[in-house]
């Protein structure tokens, strides 16, 4: 067995020329981010069998956003999805998923790790569809897929260790609306019950850490217990989650394997930063990595909208790294508009929890900019300025080429302003 050399190791003995060249492009001190991920605070899922662009995410680091790909049983498109990786990546994501469930899961995952960018799956998708249904899945089945995933390049998995007999416990004690919503955690509980045993990624944690460490993996935490609907943000089962994920993520960091966590699902804003701030703090700050929040459930159509205004609230109180959500969430597998859509959404809030994390906030250099562009009416600086210039363009110019926009027209306020003040430093001279 040929045993990587993890990061969390290299840097214990130095600065990594890696994490130098990503520090200083996120803005950071490479000591400083050295010291992040020995902490735990800051991750690079990075599978050293596959070279591809960085993607730092963590304590100090610029929000990143991760876009869900992959094919369905239903209809399972492969070209499909490698249209949806790049118009993804076009837009702004930062990392992609596979999350494919439909035809040859090993050629898709192939094609998608063949993008430049970091990329993660779930293994406990393809374990179900190579048993048959999720009762027939065994440790050893699991196990293989989850190191075949590692063999392959992929650079984080999601697993939900956390879904163990205490949080089926507390499922049954406690019961929710919509019960469980995630298919990870789903498919565990119907391995525990079924099976009559307790969750293999729990009961051989150990082990799981082996494999990652082996091939110097993140681990996601998955949240397998997050709530599907706002009546059951405060029920047990997910708070019960949670503390078990603590306790999982300080024996990885202690076993040398970059982590991750994940949630908290659906629930009411003003729950978001608590919930955030909990779990940040049972995890010793590990990064954060959220899909939502949804905020309200009776938005299908504009989940992504939803989700945005969750995700900003959640950086405001330390996410570090949020997962796109299309239009179709809740609905239909997305098409490309709709993963275009969802990413531009995604890294909108993104930028927005920045401008209250990072050290210079809303005092960016960009923003100072685009506010002095407007105050001038430059159009083309404020198009080159904007997160999707060309997009802004097109809204614009629908109305001809105007100095102002054609809501105001002649009574645009900035406009009048400007000329105002000029006139009167014009008088003031003479």
Known sequence: MFLMDSLIRRCAHGVPDEVAAVALAEGIDPAQMVQGIIGGRVVIPANPKRQHRLCPIGEGCRVKVNVNIGTSGTRCDPALEEEKAQAALENGADTLM???????????RKKI??????VGTVPIYEAVRRAGNAA???????????????????DFLTLHCGVNRQALSALKTDPRLMGVVSRGGVFHCVMMVQRDEENPLFSEYDYLLEILSEYDVTISLGDGMRPGCLQDAEKLAKSVEYVTLGGLAKRALAGGVQRMIEGPGH??????????RMIKEITDHAPLYLLGPIVTDIAPGYDHVVSSIGGAVACMNGADFLCMVTPSEHLALPLVEDIIEGTRVAKIAAHIGDTVRLTEGHRTEREVQMADARRRLDWDEQFRLALYGEHAKKIHC??????????????CAVKMIRELFEERHKSSRK
Do not use: K, W
Not at 98 to 108: E, F, K, P, R, W
Not at 267 to 275: A, I, K, R, T
């Open 398 to 411: 629908r109305d001809g080429d105007m100095e102002t926009c054609s809501m105001c027209g002649d009574l």
């Open 98 to 108: 596979d999350l494919s469930t439909g035809g040859d899961l090993v050629a898709i």
């Open 113 to 118: 790790l063949a993008f430049d960018t970091t």
């Open 267 to 276: 629930m009411p804003l003003d729950q978001v930063g608590y919930n955030v």
């Open 136 to 154: 027939d899945v065994d440790a050893d089945l699991l196990f293989r897929v989850i190191r075949e995933h590692c063999g392959q390049g992929v």
